[in-house]
């Protein structure tokens, strides 16, 4: 029995031995199973280069994006500290940023920064109406009539923002939201805005004027500094 | 290897990658070890492991179903891939003869194990007696250890036929290990 028992035993550590010297070598199998499966289907290799170069423009994309955002925003803080003029490449830039600030800023805060709109769009108008037009040749003189003819639409659309922006103002003090503290103050610099807007601008007062006149007259009255 | 192969066999025809791994992992130690059983050279063995897999993807689109199962089939494209090198094999010049026995010498190497090397060379003695059939029966089951089930699917012999070869030699092993 022991000796069936040893010879089963010895049996078994031969048929192991065997195996372990006929494997194949693993570098070979790897190698095969390679061309094998290339053989049978080369997709899967081109999916992997596919990801890959899309992995590659993903990446890219995205540094891009990133990049362009930076730059937008670095323009329109730019646009928005040097408060730049109407006609300026980097005015749009402003506007959008000013309207940026205005969704972003708490309501208690909005009246000043409509005023400060105000008055930019008033600075704005003034830049345009002291922009002085070559008159020197005249053949020119089609040409300045069509500058002028924009020029005052560009005033009367700025005139018409700046009214807004002060509307705004005005429909927060109908409605109580600004401190009794601070209506004096802001009622006082919206006379002073109309005051230069309607001295160094227009001759006749226009619709705007005369609306924003009434509504100061409405809400102000008691605020204002003789 | 049974007929559950049949169904990875139609995966594969229609180029799919993890069937033929599967299907790879499964025949390529067997087929490898029956190549070097027969010729006797781990480099012969290899050339012709590698021909067989790159006739299966060729010849894939021939395997019918219906007609047996993918483990005989592929079995059989091993044989006449052994029977085709034999043939290459005969037509040798004379000059090659020296390079043909070389590979017949790395077979049982002892890696400097001069025991070892003994033993093999007994058992590369022993595997030239067995007949062709013993040698298959010797590389599918000492070797690759793949049950009688599909030993006999592979070499479409019965099993009861098969335990009777194996019975006698495993006489004639035990003879020569003990």
């Known amino acids: 029995m022991i000796k069936f028992i040893k010879d089963q035993i010895k049996c078994f550590q031969c048929r192991v031995a065997l195996r372990k010297q006929t494997r194949p070598s693993d570098k070979f199998l790897n190698q095969c199973r390679q061309l094998f499966l290339d053989k049978i289907c080369p997709a899967p290799i081109e999916n992997v280069r596919m990801a890959k170069s899309f992995g590659l423009i993903y990446r890219y994309g995205l540094f891009s994006f990133f990049g362009c955002m930076f730059i937008l925003s670095g323009m329109v803080v730019f646009a928005d500290m040097t408060n730049v003029g109407y006609g300026h490449s980097l005015y749009s830039f402003k506007r959008f940023g000013e309207s940026v600030r205005i969704k972003l800023v708490p309501q208690a805060g909005q009246p000043s920064l409509h005023q400060e709109f105000a008055e930019r769009r008033l600075e704005e108008m003034k830049a345009i109406k002291g922009n002085t037009i070559p008159a020197s040749a005249t053949e020119q003189v089609k040409n300045q009539n069509q500058s002028i003819l924009t020029q005052n639409k560009e005033v009367e659309q700025l005139s018409q923002q700046m009214h807004q922006e002060i509307n705004l103002i005005f429909s927060d003090v109908e409605a109580n939201r600004i401190e009794p503290a601070r209506i004096k103050i802001i009622c006082n610099d919206i006379a002073r805005i109309l005051n230069d807007d309607e001295e160094s601008l227009t001759e006749i007062p226009t619709k705007f004027q005369q609306e924003s006149r009434n509504k100061l007259n409405i809400n102000c009255a008691g605020f204002l500094d003789p | ?178």
Do not use: C
């Not at chain 2, 790159?54 to 179903?65: A, G, M, P, S």
């Not at chain 2, 079995?75 to 004379?94: G, H, T």
């Not at chain 2, 009688?148 to 012999?157: F, R, T, V």
């Open chain 2, 1 to 178: 290897m049974n007929d559950a192969f049949n169904e990875i066999a139609h995966k594969l025809k229609n180029g799919d990658r993890q069937a033929g791994e599967v299907i790879f992992n499964k025949f390529s130690a067997p087929i490898y070890r029956y190549f070097l059983v027969k010729t006797l050279s781990r480099e012969t063995a290899e050339d012709l492991m590698q021909e067989v897999f790159l006739k299966v993807v060729d010849k894939i689109q021939t395997f019918d179903e219906n007609l047996g199962s993918f483990s005989g089939w592929i079995w059989q494209v091993a044989k006449n891939s052994l029977k085709d090198y034999w043939r290459k094999k005969k037509a040798l010049p004379l000059t090659d003869y020296a390079l043909a026995a070389k590979e017949k010498k790395d077979f049982f190497d002892g890696k400097n194990d001069p025991a070892k090397e003994i033993k093999m060379l007994e058992i590369e003695d022993l595997i030239k007696d067995f007949s062709e059939e013993e040698q298959e029966v010797f590389s599918l089951h000492y070797l690759s250890d793949l049950p009688y089930k599909n030993i006999s699917k592979m070499l479409e012999k019965s099993e009861s036929s098969l335990r009777v070869l194996i019975h006698r030699m495993n006489k004639k092993i035990k003879k020569l290990l003990i």
